[in-house]
């Protein structure tokens, strides 16, 4: 399992803005997504950090964030 690396804490009186919030989209068991390099599938399993999801030809565990795959 790997780790994310510690936040560092904003300061108020920092001239730079504060590091954008990432938002991980969810999929649920049937939903119909597209990814960039496999295409067109269906998720068919869930876990707490990853997604099964069959291709047709092939079934791939894709994990999280999930920044090549979106939901149709």
Same mark, same amino acid.
């Given at each position: 399992? =790997? $780790? %994310? *690396?510690?936040?560092?804490?904003?300061? =108020? $009186? %920092? *001239?730079?803005?504060?590091?954008?919030?990432?938002?991980?989209?969810?999929?649920?068991?049937?939903?119909?997504?597209?990814?960039?390099?496999?295409?067109?599938?269906?998720?068919?399993?869930?876990?707490?950090?990853?997604?099964?999801?069959?291709?047709?030809?092939?079934?791939?565990?894709?994990?999280?964030?999930?920044?090549?795959?979106?939901?149709?």
């Amino acid at each position: 399992m =790997t $780790s %994310s *690396p510690a936040r560092r804490r904003h300061l =108020t $009186s %920092s *001239p730079f803005q504060p590091a954008a919030e990432v938002e991980i989209e969810q999929f649920e068991c049937g939903d119909a997504v597209c990814h960039d390099s496999y295409g067109m599938g269906h998720v068919i399993g869930r876990e707490p950090e990853a997604v099964k999801v069959d291709f047709g030809t092939t079934t791939v565990r894709v994990p999280s964030p999930f920044r090549k795959m979106t939901k149709l």
